[in-house]
């Protein structure tokens, strides 16, 4: 059955949906939830009847649906604003209020199907990883858990598909062989993957154990191994918390496995998929000292391929730690040039989580919190277990005061980054979410504590500085804000303050009256 609305349309069968002709990439369970507001649109559907068709009756926040629905209405072409297709009845569900039409699948569409579609060229064979997914083997006797070699594997493939710098190869493919019974070398030799993933289910009495592994096709080497144990009556519960965390290991690995590979080649011969890895490198080693050789190993990828849009949001990244550790003579300028920059890379591909993450933390230059929420919440959405994209939304949400469910995304990226998540984005929005709640003895003290730090971004600093100066530590504020004079190039410290938006007024002009009282500005 197909489904015409709009200017969309919804295939059933192929599960997918298109505007304008074009593909629209976006998450399965987005697609379940259209599809169930579609089939059901003679009536109101109630939260609690939304829950249990799409989440299986699993307890759901209303802040998890709202997002849900947002990423829908996003999809179709809607908003909550307008709500021209799918209306909200406040607190107690929706109902989708357009007008559709209906076809079989043998009927030729209405919507002219543009061929050369927008999305953007992608890196050739011979530079995007490519990576295949085999089915698990299973071993044990509760068959009733036999359906999890092959549900958990696609679900990792389905995962990993979300990550377009990735080549995923089809299941179609990739099912056909088993992991117990073929080499990575024959896998590089039918599928032409350099990567593979393979594992086994163990069904015990108590529950499973789920073992994963990654291997490069072409040593034969194994990478990356994980064993994880889950109990039975958790199996359903934790089953995407399992699936988010294999791929965000599985995505580091290929990335560091990656950078391995390009350094040892020499830097004439680097295609532009080698040099934007060196260039990340770089970034996340530490961009105080690095942020040159990033920007020119962007610049190097961007030569050889000119729409390859993570250089371009990688570009963007640097300009935006340009900004971060002060140390630009011309804010304003390059305030300007990081937004630009993180617009043309979401030309280049707009359904890149990075492209997003960069175009976010543009709008939270300039405190544009449409812009800043919009993009945060799409990177979120394109890749549920992109670390630093749930981190970013955390302390956005502290800034907005939603404080209860900053603390919930924080939770989340934690788990799903327990290593190499940033702590001074993990302290800042333990910072905010105090200062919102007005526990100013937690706030100074934390404050207080980051001061202490040997470098700090110079927004984290000023909000420290805002900490210590609403906790009344005096002698504190004073030496923070000398540390401020040091670290800082007066033109950006001048430029930060005089554009300082927070939605808490009373912040706002706290901030600055401690910069006039401190000498900052």
């Not at 965000?248 to 690995?253: G, R, T």
């Not at 554009?499 to 009282?517: G, V």
Request: glycine content about 4%; proline content about 3%.
């Amino acid at each position: 059955m197909r489904y015409l609305f709009a200017d969309n349309e919804f295939d059933t069968e192929a599960f997918e949906l298109r505007r304008d002709g074009a593909s629209v990439h976006t998450t399965p369970q987005v697609l379940s939830i259209l599809q169930f507001l579609l089939v059901s649109r003679s009536r109101l559907v109630t939260k609690d009847e939304l829950v249990d068709e799409i989440w299986g009756g699993r307890a759901i926040s209303d802040a998890a649906i709202t997002v849900r629905i947002r990423a829908v209405r996003e999809a179709i072409g809607d908003n909550g604003k307008d709500q021209r297709l799918i209306k909200t009845v406040r607190g107690v569900g929706f109902r989708f209020v357009g007008d559709v039409r209906t076809k079989s699948a043998t009927e030729p569409s209405d919507i002219k199907v543009d061929l050369s579609s927008d999305l953007p060229e992608q890196p050739g064979i011979d530079q995007r990883p490519s990576i295949a997914v085999l089915p698990f083997l299973f071993a044990g006797d509760r068959k009733d858990m036999a359906f999890l070699r092959y549900a958990i594997p696609d679900e990792v493939l389905t995962e990993l598909c979300k990550a377009r710098w990735l080549m995923v190869i089809s299941r179609g493919s990739s099912f056909q062989l088993e992991s117990h019974q073929t080499r990575p070398g024959e896998i590089l030799e039918r599928l032409n993957a350099r990567y593979c993933v393979s594992g086994t289910i163990e069904a015990t009495a108590n529950g499973l154990i789920v073992s994963t592994e990654l291997a490069e096709t072409a040593g034969e080497s194994v990478i990356w191994r994980e064993r994880r144990r889950i109990d039975l009556q958790e199996v359903q519960e934790l089953r995407t918390e399992l699936v988010q965390s294999i791929c965000l290991q599985l995505e580091h690995s290929i990335e560091q496995r990656e950078f391995s590979s390009a350094q040892a080649a020499s830097p004439s011969s680097l295609d532009s998929w080698q040099s934007f890895h060196i260039g990340m490198h770089h970034l996340n080693l530490s961009p105080v000292g690095h942020n040159h050789e990033a920007e020119a190993c962007f610049k190097r990828s961007l030569e050889i391929e000119p729409t390859m849009a993570r250089a371009r949001a990688g570009l963007s990244q640097v300009q935006f730690f340009q900004l971060h550790w002060g140390n630009s003579q011309e804010p304003k300028k390059i305030v300007e040039a990081c937004a630009e920059t993180a617009k043309h890379a979401l030309i280049d591909d707009p359904y890149d989580p990075f492209c997003n993450l960069a175009m976010a933390r543009s709008g939270s230059l300039t405190r544009d919190y449409a812009v800043w929420r919009s993009h945060i919440e799409k990177a979120v959405n394109l890749s549920p277990s992109y670390s630093v994209a749930v981190a970013d939304l955390a302390r956005l949400q502290s800034v907005m005061g939603e404080i209860e469910q900053a603390k919930v995304t924080l939770s989340l990226a934690e788990r799903l980054d327990p290593i190499a998540l940033n702590p001074e984005t993990t302290e800042l929005t333990r910072l905010i979410i105090e200062m919102e709640a007005y526990d100013m003895e937690a706030a100074g003290t934390r404050a207080a504590r980051m001061a202490e730090h040997g470098r700090l971004g110079l927004n984290t600093f000023a909000c420290v500085l805002l900490a210590l100066h609403l906790a009344g530590r005096t002698e504190d504020s004073r030496l923070a804000a000398e540390k401020m004079k040091r670290h800082f190039l007066p033109a950006r410290l001048a430029d930060w303050f005089s554009r300082t938006n927070f939605r808490n007024q009373d912040w706002a002009e706290a901030t600055k009256s401690s910069a006039i009282a401190y000498g900052l500005v």
